[in-house]
């Protein structure tokens, strides 16, 4: 199957162990920095007062989300920028789409690699995230960490299309500035969106509200919404790609 080939080439050029270990090194020192924050302010402070936050487990494993939303995200844009524009550029779409292979088969075999790279990604780095600063600061809500998690995830899922979609229609540079535009573009709208009540629909409430989902008070109606919402977004994304895709004149 190809999509066994979309991972295997996505292995090989390092683009999955690099997002994996990108993921594990936020999970290693997210913890320990926020720990030992105070002492390498005053170290290297100059002297200069700073009042932080103490340290809890919960206040790393936010860290630790938002570090996924931002670099990791940014990293997903541009892993999946060049993912079909790049073999437009070189013909290569062309030459697999010659043999018995859809278009919309083409595109959602490269969709489910980069998808089980994110997936298995977060969950690993997750878990090693969660059971470190438990071990370094104490005990932490398992479920609020896990729903937290899933709902960086489906985000990252989201520009994942996002970037598909720029991917198939543009040049990598394109695609890049589709991904960003639509996948975090929701965050300059946040304060129309709450003032109109809704924002709990955006794909960004999810990441943006880590804290408040890891503390437990986050209604628990307003994260289903907003994770349906991002998983619905993400398959609409998906399936405009396909239907514009389908009709684009390849070279």
């Known amino acids: 199957m190809r999509c066994g080939w979309e991972l295997k080439k996505a292995w090989r050029s390092f683009k999955i162990p690099g997002f994996w270990l ?11 920095m926020i720990k030992y924050m105070e002492q390498i302010v005053s170290r290297f402070g100059g002297g200069v007062k700073i009042q932080l936050p103490p340290p809890t487990s919960q206040l790393a494993m936010v860290q630790f ?5 931002q670099l990791a995200g940014f990293a997903v844009v ?10 437009k550029k070189s013909g290569l779409a062309s030459w697999y789409l010659a043999q018995p292979l859809s278009r919309a088969r083409y595109l959602g075999e490269k969709w489910l690699a980069y998808a089980a790279m994110i997936t298995l990604g977060v969950a690993g780095s997750g878990a090693v995230a969660y059971f470190y600063c438990w071990s370094l600061l104490g ?19 989201f520009i994942l299309s996002a970037t598909l979609l720029g991917s198939a229609l543009f040049s ?11 996948g975090y573009g929701g ?6 969106a709450q003032a109109a009540g809704l924002y709990r629909f955006f794909p960004q409430s999810l990441p943006g509200s880590a804290a408040d989902i890891l503390a437990g008070v986050y209604p628990a109606a307003d994260f289903y919404w907003g994770l349906f919402s991002c998983l619905l977004l993400t398959g609409l994304l998906f399936w405009l790609t396909a239907l514009r895709f389908g009709a684009l004149e390849l070279r």
């Open 22 to 32: 990108l993921l594990l090194f936020f999970a290693l020192m997210d913890p320990p």
């Open 187 to 192: 965050y300059a709208l946040k304060a129309p």
């Open 78 to 87: 541009l892993l999946a920028a060049g993912s079909v524009a790049g073999e």
């Open 65 to 69: 989300l938002q570090d996924l939303t």
């Open 139 to 157: 005990p932490l809500p398992a479920s609020g960490a896990w729903r937290a998690a899933l709902g960086v995830a489906a985000f990252l899922l």
């Open 172 to 182: 990598f540079a394109g695609a890049g500035i589709v991904g960003f535009l639509l």
